[in-house]
């Protein structure tokens, strides 16, 4: 079955430091990836997915994550964190041959100005 | 475009009563799914349906719950006879196709609170 670890529960980061916020993965076959970022009180917005190609994918807000294959990892970067960027941070991730996505628990991410 | 939307954003049910959770897709997106979030939890998939036809329940509870996406009108997640443990944020999504590159965009949610 497929299924995400998130493994820190809060990230506490200075404003204009970069950002990293983890995540690995395991399913059976090809992954499909992606990250969503929830504001309190707030639905989900995606930020971006890797489906297959490039290992590091460029998204929405100056976010970028790499995809590294044997580490089955999937860590969500900004060079340069601002604080609005402080909100819950969840990694996602799909098997082929399903549609479901299986959600990591989040990552509170906290930029201190 | 409007995104995906839900409604109510707040509902308040005692025990034993009927909450009924309305999504509306976005635009052109024919396929909804329906996750739960309890608190301090990620988000847990539940349903996947496309119009009229229910593709993926296997994360649905056996009793009490049920969902549906008719022709004409939004998806209903619908609870039966709620309890305590059924407080929970409930998302929808949509999606333009079911497959595999697709991305799923949520709704701002029902946050659901059982007395």
């Known amino acids: 079955a497929q299924s995400v670890a998130q493994p820190e529960d809060q990230v506490n980061v200075a404003e204009g430091n970069p950002l990293t916020v983890k995540c690995t993965y395991s399913?059976?076959?090809?992954?499909?990836l992606f990250w969503y970022v929830q504001y309190p009180n707030r639905g989900l917005q995606f930020l971006l997915k890797y489906i297959t190609g490039d290992n590091l994918v460029k998204g929405s807000y100056g976010f970028e994550a790499e995809f590294n294959k044997s580490q089955t990892s999937f860590h969500l970067k900004k060079p340069s964190a601002l604080v609005s960027d402080s909100a819950l941070y969840f990694c996602a991730v799909r098997e082929e041959g399903n549609n479901r996505l299986a959600f990591g628990k989040g990552n509170q991410v906290v930029v201190i100005p | 475009n409007a995104g995906v939307m839900q409604n109510p954003r707040h509902l308040v049910r005692r025990r034993g009563q009927e909450a009924r959770l309305r999504c509306s897709p976005m635009k052109g997106h024919s396929h909804v799914y329906w996750y739960r979030q309890l608190p301090e939890e990620g988000l847990k998939f539940m349903v996947y349906l496309q119009k009229e036809n229910i593709i993926d329940e296997s994360g649905m509870p056996k009793e009490r719950f049920s969902a549906e996406f008719p022709k004409e009108g939004p998806s209903i997640l619908r609870i039966q006879q709620v309890v305590r443990g059924d407080s929970a944020a409930y998302f929808c999504?949509?999606?333009?196709?079911?497959?595999?590159?697709?991305?799923?965009?949520f709704g701002p949610g029902t946050r659901l609170t059982v007395l």
């Open positions: 999504a949509s999606s333009a196709t079911g497959g595999r590159t697709d991305t799923q965009y």
């Open positions: 399913v059976s076959g090809n992954p499909y």
